[in-house]
Each structure stands twice: as C-alpha cells, then as structure tokens.
C-alpha cells in the first residue's frame, strides 16, 4: 500500500549496482531496517524524483532480488544527497517529509560561530579565528599550538601544525605531499607556505588540542547522531580515528590514520573513564545536534568530528551532513552501530509516516 512506502535517495553508484541486480550491504540493511518497521523501501537516486510527478520510478524488492517499478511518490522520504530547490519547492507543495533537507555549507569557521552562540557547547570549543598574518601572531601569543587548515576541505588536506620551541622560536610541520611531511622552523617572520596558503583560500587558526592517545598515538573520534522511531535525537556510534604514529598528529585514514571502535580504545584505558567518556560526548554531541536545529532544515543524520583532551574532555571540531558509513559488514560492537545508523533514518521514517495519518 502507498501509505507504507518509503522512498530512500541513494548515491547514484549504489543505485546504479542495483540496475545490474547486484545490491551493497548499504541497502540491505535499509531494507532489513524497513521489514522491521513495516515499510517498504523503494530505492532512488537523485535525477528519478522530478518535479511535477506524481509517480517515482525506483528499485523495490521483488522475491529475492530488485526490479525497477514505478510507484506513487511516497509520502516520507530519507535522502542521503541533497535535493535540487526544484526538487525541494516540489515536495513541499506536495506535503512530502523528505529529511536531511537542507545542512550547512561546509564551512569550518561558520560552523564554530553557530556553535558558539550557545554557551553551553562554546566552552567546548578550542579558540578559532580567520586566517591571517595578524591572527596568526596574536595566536602564537596565546598557545603553544596551533593547527591551520582551509575552512573547507576534508579528509586532512592542506593541513598545517605550529609547535613553540623552548628556543622561543617555532616549527611548522606541513604537508609535502601524500603521508609525507615537511618541517620548517621559524622565529618572527611568517614562512612563505603559510603566507601563499592564506592568500590561496580561506584558512582558520585553531587552537590545538592536546589528544588523549591509544598505544601513544593520538586519536580523536567521529561521532554519529541521528533522529530514530522515537524522534528524538540518539547516539548512532562512535569510531575512533587513530594516528600513524606518535608523531603525526593527523588522525584521517587517508592519512594513514586507522579506525577502531570506541570500546577498543577507550574501555580498560589506562587515564580515561569509559563511563565518563562515553557521557560527556554523548551530553555535547546531543546538544550540538539539538542546537543545530534552528540553523538547519530537517536534518536527522550529522557525524561530528570531536577532540578529546587527556582528561576526557570532547571538544567540538567539526561536523558533516553527510557521513560515510561503508559498505564493510564489521563485527561485534562496530558491526551493531553500523547497523543502527541505518535503522536509526528508517525508525525515524516510521516516526514520520504514523503521525501523517
């Protein structure tokens, strides 16, 4: 029946391995999440929704594989992409719930503003200014260390870190090229990489946060929140992100970093509560996620990107609307929150639906 469809908006590479019969372990989890629910998943890609359309052509499940069918619009639907204003303007007139309508661009130094403006969350913010010669400086004054990268951009790229010498003078350590490092050490005049980068993009000055370690390398944590069948705001799962070394203090696998979950990590640890820990992230994540509301439109799916301090305090670092899960069927622990990030949308879908009747 329409009433129990829920259309899900898939990247278009999923959706394209479903019109070749083969379907990712991404969408049979959704689907394992939707026969609990007692829905039925019909699975699209962007370009399927067109504006002016009462009907939908997507993949539903038919015995034990997929065929393509054309459907009425269903009347919740959960997109892992973001909507076209055509697209958008669209359901709205039709009265359509679609959720992770609209986030924010991906802008670090925005993002530490809006965050800011509450003052429970701003005294778990490390201090951060724009990019300039002159903010640097004053920077240099106030902390021993500091990390620079662009204001947008992910996966650790242009990266930089400055460390103050018991010398009085400074040494920055950038990247070269991939995994490889550059040091460059400096007393009162600005190196000439840091200068080209300012001018080059946006960057912020951030203070650096002193990292809790595993095996004494430095990790810090991605954090996924998500609205489930109750509406209400949950904890999906946090993974550890863990440095190559010592010495690195970029903790992104791309970087070399490596993944493990927050039970590995941080359950036995030799300084950190897990009890505690796990609360404190937990308090902030859930707060941010809340806070963000009045700055979003209809988001129910955030990964945030949190430091923790050896003392087991999160610092906000930064967020993302649109969270890499994998496609990796993991085991134990991680293998139950890489499930439930996919349950958590569908149960919130479920939440929606029941209060349209």
Known sequence: MTQNYIGVILPDGIFDRLSTGKSQINVRAYQ???????????????KCLKPGEDKVQGFVKKGKGY?????????????RSFL???????????????????????????????????????????????????????MLQKH??????????????????ITREDSGGYLLKYPLARRKWEEVQFKEEIPEVIRKAF????????ENIDLATYKKRPFDLRVVVQRDHTGDWVVAGILCKVSPSKDQFVTNISQGGSSLSF?????GHSYLSYKQTYEAISSLTLKMAKHLERYT??????AFDIALDKKGKPFFIESNFRGRYGNVRYKGKRYEEWKAKHFNPIGYGRYLLDRLK
């Open 144 to 161: 021993r260390k500091l990390i620079l990268k662009p204001a947008k951009g992910s996966l650790g790229g242009g990266i930089m870190k």
């Open 263 to 267: 039970d590995q990590v941080v359950n």
């Open 84 to 138: 076209s204003k055509k697209q958008s303007t669209f359901l709205d007139q039709k009265n359509i719930q679609f959720y992770n309508k609209k986030g924010i661009s991906h802008d670090k130094f925005r993002m530490h503003e809006i965050m800011s403006q509450d003052p429970e969350i701003a005294v778990s913010l490390p201090e951060t200014v724009k990019g300039t010669e002159e903010n640097l400086k004053m």
């Open 199 to 206: 001018k080059k993009k946006l960057y912020i000055i951030q």
């Open 67 to 79: 065929e393509l069918d054309t459907v009425n619009l269903p009347k919740v639907i959960y997109t």
């Open 297 to 302: 439109d209809h988001i129910a799916d955030i």
């Open 32 to 46: 394992e999440a939707a026969d609990h629910f007692g829905l039925i998943p019909v699975f699209m890609k962007l």
